[in-house]
Structure formats: structure tokens, C-alpha cells
């Protein structure tokens, strides 16, 4: 084989020239965009700017409200319950004793619910829910962990000392005399590899201005003092960004819209008139002046029924309002669809209204909102929930509530492993029932779907639902009742057991 020929040239990189991007041109309507990074002293002024109008906006505006709401009851709904899934085979010990393990431990965890907050006024799954809605509403959240002494605790009543406290995200702030310090960033001391060490919350006095300030380390060793969290959408981000905050001008012109609308309505049904004049001599003439318009008829207002004679030279016309225009109800859905894209959740769940759609596009878009919910749910269990009963379950080992049995390693050892567990949702419910359960008992058919999964769905645990269907069996034939599925065509086909699906229009 003959030798290749050697190149005489050889091609150096990056000799071609790149096209312009139109994204960094400065003319035409780019002119005068010129976007600007805020400095670090303006950031947390704008933060709290934008967290402030996002409050007044959910405070204020129904579809706001709405959009927190839907976020709030689908992603959290009744609240999340743990289930626990202790791998016994990695900590050496027997299923029974795991299983053992996981009851005491459900069972403590339930009790501690009750009172969660150190004030008593919510349930954790309170807790949970006023998490994610300000996590919505600031873009944040914050719970500072209090480990309450045992006298306190005996005088209360509790069985636990830990209980959460929550703080308004607008009472973590900068100290005056830290604001230099490139350590703090608004309102935490941050490490040199980033990592929280602490957070300033203000206190204030009985008229509400904020005095002084509270330092709260982040941790005490492995246990977390402050539980505060956003959702991370920029890079070096330390602050929480409110939901709304890409809509808070879009939803402030929508309520104008809206108010201004109402009030053209308002005065239509009120049926304003004005007399007109034919005599320019009449201009500037009032009753009770003397002259020419002593004699003169005048009207401020018109009664029910009353019919008006108005003077030489005058008419009688009406006010008309020709409010809201023919573009009023598009428009207005636009608006909402813009606000319902940047939420994740489709405008019909806003307006909770689903009059105008049919079966294949509400469930293509609860599909799509779905996805945002369980985003949102998972988030909040890795921040929130299992950090939180990480330290329940160490109170609940410390207190004897549930114990290791001898040889396993210890509680500090393989903490992890002992406090593994799923939590399981609230039910989300059914679109079309009869086509989602026919979906499901194929899946578990074919083995795409286990009863665990499926029964997580739905908001239960598997095991206390075969415990009780084993129940519900025995009593069924205590009492000479025909078992679900006892016939021929039932048992070969499970489907036969449903009725005939109804009639859905649009599907």
C-alpha cells in the first residue's frame, strides 16, 4: 500500500468568522435594551420589593389567591404521610424486626404531629401546606427548630421537645453593621464554600418596627436549628424569587383592567343622564345666582319613575357605556393562560372552570400540571419533611418509643438507614374513572405496576390495606356474604366486575 500524501498546509482553527446574533444587536427595537446587574446592596431592596408586592397580590387578587390554592392543595392537599421503608437486609437484621421498627416509628411520628408547632395552632401537615404557600408567595420559606426544656414541656403536656416555629421570610435580614461584611448575604453568614452558618432575624417592637436583631446558628452538630429553603433557579442564588414575580405588572394591570371594567358597569346600571343646552347664554349660570337662570329648572338627580321637563332649548340624553367591548372575554383568558404558563398549572384550574374544554384536553393539561405538582412535593419532602423527621425519630429512639434490636448498628451509625421512608401523597384522584382503573389493573397484569405504587397513589399504605381487605374477607364469610370477584367470568376477567363506562361528550 502506497504511503499517504502529506498535507503541504496545514489548517489552522478558527479562522471563520462568526454571524451576528440579532439577540446582541442594539438597533431597531433592541436600541434601548440594555439590561444591568443590580449590586449587591440593591438586591436584597428589590427582593424584599418584589416579595412585598407578591404578598399584597395574593392578599388581594382572587386568581392570585387561586394560583397559590391550586399549587397548595394539589401538591400538598390533606398533607403527606411517611411510610417506613427501613432496608433490614443492609442493617443485619430479620424483615419482622424491621417491620417491628417501622410501626413503633409510624406511630411516633403520629403522635408528634399533633404538635408540631410550638404554638400548637397547626398540624404538620399545616406545616407542610403554609410551606409550600410561602414558597409561592415569597419564594422562600423559614422554621426555626426549638428543642423545648423539660419543664416547659412537662407544663405543656407534650411528648416531644422538638416543635417548629415559623418566621415571616421578611424578618431575615442584614444587620446595619454586617451590611459590608462579604460573608453576609441578605441576612446569612455564609462559609467559604457557600454553605449557611447562620441567619439575623429581626425582632420588633409593639407599633411593628423592626429593632433588633436575633442570630441563629444554622446547626448545632448533625441537628438543623433553621429550616429555610427556596427554589434554586440561578446560580449562586441565597434568597427565595416569589412565583408571581415575572407577572406581578401583568397581574396589577389585569386588576385595574378588571376594576375599571366593573365600574364602567356600574355606572351603565345607574343610568346617568345629561341635560343639554341649545342656549350658549346658559353657560356658566347656576340656580341661585339671580338673572337670566332664577326661573330656571335644574335636576341633580333622577327618581324612579320620574319624568323630566326640561327647559327651553334642552334635551335629555342618556350616558351610554359601550364597556366591556366585544374582545373582553379573549383578551381576558389570554391574560390568565400568560399568568396560569409561568404557574405551571393550566388557566382552567384558576379559574376553576372546565366548561370549555373536553376529556382529552383537561386531562392532557392535569398530565402537564401534574408533572409541576409532584415537583413541588418532591422538593418539599428533601428540604422540609425528612429533615424534620430525622430529628422526631432521634427524639422518639431517645425516649424509647422504638428501639434497635441487639447486634444492629447504632441509631447514629446508620441513621440514614433508620430513618429511610416514602411519603406517600394524598390521593389525586380520578379524570374518568372507569378508563384510569381499567389502565391500572392492566398495569399490575402485566407487571408494570405493583399494588404499593398504585395504593400510594391513592394515598394508603399497601400493608394496612391487604390488612384490612384480609379483615373486611373474613368477616364477609363470617356472615355468608358472596366475596368480590366469587363468579367464573370475575375471576377470568377482573374487568368484568366494572360497569359500563358512562358516556363522556367530547371523547
Partial sequence: MAAPAVLRHRLRPGQVRGVRRVAASHGGTLGNWSPYRVSPHQEPLDRE?????????????GHATS??????????????TPQSAIDYEALG???DQARGIEKAQERAFRLWQREAHVGRAMHFQDCQQLSIGCVVTFGEYAWVGRMLDEATRLRK????????QDIHPIRLKT???????????????LDEDGEAEGYWFTNSDSMGVLTEYHFVPARQGHRQLVFHACRHREPEQVRGIPLLAPVIKLFRDKYDFLDYEIIAQIITASFPIAIESENPKDHGVHQGTGGAGADKRWYQGVNPGQILYPNPGEKVSAIQSNRPGNNFDSFFKLILKTLGAVAGIPYNQILKDFSDTNYSSARAALLEAWRVYQDYRAWLVRRFCQPVREHVLE????RGMWSIPAGAPGFYEQMDLYTACRWTPPPRGYVDPY??????????????????????EQGMDWEEAFQQQARERRLRESLDLPLPGAGDSHETDPLAMMPDPPTIPGT
Fill in 175 to 189: 444587620p446595619t453593621d454586617r451590611a459590608l461584611d462579604p460573608q453576609v448575604r441578605d441576612g446569612i453568614l
Fill in 395 to 398: 427524639e422518639a429512639w431517645l
Fill in 67 to 80: 394560583v397559590r390554592d391550586t399549587i397548595i392543595i394539589n401538591a400538598i392537599g390533606t398533607g403527606l
Fill in 435 to 456: 378508563k384510569e382503573i381499567q389502565s391500572q389493573v392492566r398495569g399490575l397484569e402485566s407487571g408494570l405496576y405493583s399494588w404499593s405504587d398504585l395504593l400510594a
Fill in 157 to 164: 403536656g407534650r411528648r416531644f421537645s422538638f416543635a417548629l
Fill in 49 to 61: 420589593t418584589m416579595q412585598a408586592r407578591s404578598e399584597d397580590i395574593v392578599a388581594n387578587d
Fill in 93 to 95: 437484621i430479620t424483615e
